[in-house]
């Protein structure tokens, strides 16, 4: 006969968000059990590839600064607990025409929130990171609160944490369906387990529209492919050895980079979106994935796409010694989605971080063990209400 299991709070889907939320849950002492299809810090979702971005001049908007605060607090809280070192502090260089989104959008965020900033012709961008071979124009932003955080390890921390609070972790093992209820909400497990609980707490990245198809409401979730790729350094010493991340406005798409995490060896860089509207022909990036599929694996057309960014550094090589693809769940504004909603009670939702959630997963997975708990967080997240496109 199947199981029953009864409980205070089901998280769905132990990822970037899930992870943390239920860690938070955990150590508040909350009887939680967490749900993942596959293993914690696995490659098939949204959260592999070794390295994500932290900024704190928030080029997507001024208003994501107090999130960004809170999440350094919360990943430094983890990292205490889990005696890791989860973020490294490298600064970031925001690059691109003195008009370009990631160039106006970081000055206008440090400029509203006081933040610390420097503004550089390209001259000084060449003189002080010369892995960057800047345009005539350019200009750099450059702030030193930021950094890298570590996605595999940070939600395996939050998850081996989790489970010595005493929580219950069943791993391998998918939420086949969800049923919302105003007092006792329900998940059924793949295993034929019945879960009841108090509320259920949703963090099913690319497979949220799949799971719960109304939780963005009319406008729908689009997941999208995006390919990663690491570039074997050609200098020694590597002037990527250290240096800050960047973010890049081109002609045709901003795209992204760290510095080297294997002591010199490699450069990683990705694409985050095309520029609208610059005459290419077709969605270079971006094409459409079903979860269950996975994205399409990389190929010789990303390789040579990605060698094509990779000439503006210097002293890598011309085409990617390695690539991942991986999954972003785009909401219609690119603004995350979380909280409740009306027509989906007991549930706790938390999905279309867009390709930039990541940073804040620390002070998202906080946020949700307060709405499970408390039905409301003092966390700033109004602007990402589940409601707002209805
Ligand atoms: C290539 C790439 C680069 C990025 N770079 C950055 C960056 O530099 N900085 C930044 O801030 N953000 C970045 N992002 C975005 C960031 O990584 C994502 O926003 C974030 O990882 C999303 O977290 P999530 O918890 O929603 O999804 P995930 O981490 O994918 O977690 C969802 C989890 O739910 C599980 N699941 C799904 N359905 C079920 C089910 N039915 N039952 C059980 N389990 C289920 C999945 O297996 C998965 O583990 C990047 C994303 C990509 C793809």
């Not at 983890?78 to 690059?95: H, K, P, W």
């Amino acid at each position: 006969m199947a199981e029953r299991t009864e409980t205070d709070t089901v998280v769905v889907g132990l990822g970037a968000m899930g992870a943390q939320a239920l860690w938070r849950l955990a150590r508040d002492g909350v009887d939680a059990v967490g749900v993942e299809q596959f293993t914690p810090g696995h490659d098939r979702g949204s959260s592999h590839g070794e390295s994500r971005i932290i900024r704190t001049a928030y080029m997507e908007g001024a208003a994501y600064v107090p999130l960004v605060r809170a999440a350094w607090r919360a990943w430094s809280e983890l990292e205490e607990d889990a005696a890791a070192r989860l973020v490294v502090r490298t600064g970031a260089l925001m690059l691109g025409a003195p008009d370009s989104p990631a160039v106006t959008g970081s000055i206008a965020a440090a400029r509203h929130h006081g933040l610390a900033h420097e503004v550089l012709s390209d001259a000084r961008v060449a003189e002080r990171f010369p892995q960057h071979a800047v345009r005539p124009g350019e200009v750099g932003v450059f702030e030193e609160e930021a950094g890298v955080v570590l996605p595999e390890a940070a939600i395996r921390a939050a998850v081996r944490l989790a489970a010595a609070a005493g929580a219950r972790v069943r791993t391998g093992t998918a939420a086949a369906r969800i049923d919302p209820d105003p007092d006792r909400p329900r998940v059924l497990l793949s295993d034929g387990t019945r879960i009841r609980a108090r509320r259920v707490v949703v963090t099913a990245g690319a497979w949220l529209p799949k799971l719960l198809p109304r939780a963005a409401g009319p406008g729908g979730l689009a997941v999208q492919r995006r390919v990663l790729g690491w570039f074997r350094t050609t200098r020694n010493p590597s002037p990527h050895a250290n240096g800050p991340v960047f973010a890049r406005d081109g002609a045709d798409c901003t795209w992204y980079g760290f510095p080297s995490m294997d002591g010199g060896r490699t450069v990683k860089i990705g694409v985050h979106a095309e520029v609208a509207g610059n005459g290419v022909e077709g969605a270079q990036w971006g094409e459409p994935v079903d979860p269950d599929a996975g994205p399409r694996p990389p190929d010789d057309a990303d390789a040579r796409r990605l060698g094509a960014l990779a000439a503006g550094l210097r002293g890598v090589g011309e085409l990617p010694e390695r690539m991942a693809a991986c999954m972003y769940t785009m909401t219609p504004d690119e603004d995350f989605l979380i909280g409740q909603r009306r027509d989906l009670p007991g549930l706790v939702l938390a999905g279309g971080f867009s390709g930039h959630g990541y940073k804040f997963a620390s002070a998202v997975g906080a946020a949700l063990a307060d709405l499970a708990r408390h039905g409301r967080t003092d966390l700033p997240i109004g602007m990402f209400d589940p409601h707002r496109w209805d």
